[in-house]
């Protein structure tokens, strides 16, 4: 067991701990800003871009993954929890895979899409710029990487804004989750410049905000390939 607080790994620890009532959270609907705002802000982001095929990286319990097969697209979800993709695979109604950011950095990923999305699971360091620069080989001419992550304003808090890992939290979830996963904060212009190096024209940014506060819930990034 990895006991570093703060790293990649502890990252896959925690969601391993968590993957049931997780998966209890999302399908039962207990998430509000999920319910409210972001998941449908992340269906609008693909379906702007009509693809034909989307895959899904940090799908989780696959939820993603079902809504856009349901609109008759080729949809792949990749998790590396295995219990997670267990879940996604009883649920069906989509390929669901098994497979590490590290895996796929690699290159043991062998798929052509329209569209790539990671849903809030960009959470790591080393992991997430190892996606960003594999993501172009998994894309067809034009294709497209839709990212949605925690707003870096909204999220910074108190803390300073500046790059670095922070402590995680499960407030305002149950008592059935524990260790809670390290994340690594991004400023607005770290996130920019991601898509930049790793060969992609930001053309979209979006902030969906919640009806009430009138505050950004999340950002979305939306970078496409050159060619």
């Given at each position: ?138 894309l067809n001419s034009h294709g ?76 979305i990034f939306i970078g496409e390939?050159?060619?």
């Amino acid at each position: 067991m990895n006991t570093e607080p703060f790293s990649d790994a502890k990252i896959v620890e925690s969601w391993g701990i968590n993957a049931l009532p997780w998966t209890a959270a999302v399908r039962e609907g207990q998430i509000e800003s999920r319910k409210q705002i972001t998941d449908q802000a992340i269906i609008d982001a693909i379906l702007s871009r009509l693809p034909r095929s989307v895959l899904d990286i940090g799908c989780g319990e696959g939820w993603l993954v079902r809504e856009l097969a349901a609109r008759d697209m080729h949809a792949v979800g990749i998790d590396v929890v295995q219990r997670l993709v267990e879940e996604a695979r009883r649920a069906g109604g989509g390929d669901f895979r098994m497979l590490s950011y590290e895996e796929i950095a690699a290159g043991k990923l062998k798929v052509l899409v329209d569209v790539v999305v990671c849903n809030f699971a960009l959470l790591g360091k080393e992991s997430v710029e190892g996606v960003f620069e594999a993501v172009p080989s998994l894309l067809n001419s034009h294709g497209t990487f839709v990212v949605q992550t925690l707003h870096p304003v909204m999220a910074c808090g108190d803390l300073p804004y500046r790059d670095g890992w922070r402590e995680g939290s499960w407030a305002g979830f149950g008592s059935n989750f524990s260790n809670p996963a390290p994340w690594y904060f991004r400023t607005l212009e770290s996130w920019i410049k991601l898509f930049v190096d790793s060969g992609f024209q930001l053309c979209e940014v979006r902030e969906p905000t919640h009806p009430k506060t009138q505050k950004p819930a999340s950002m979305i990034f939306i970078g496409e390939t050159a060619g």
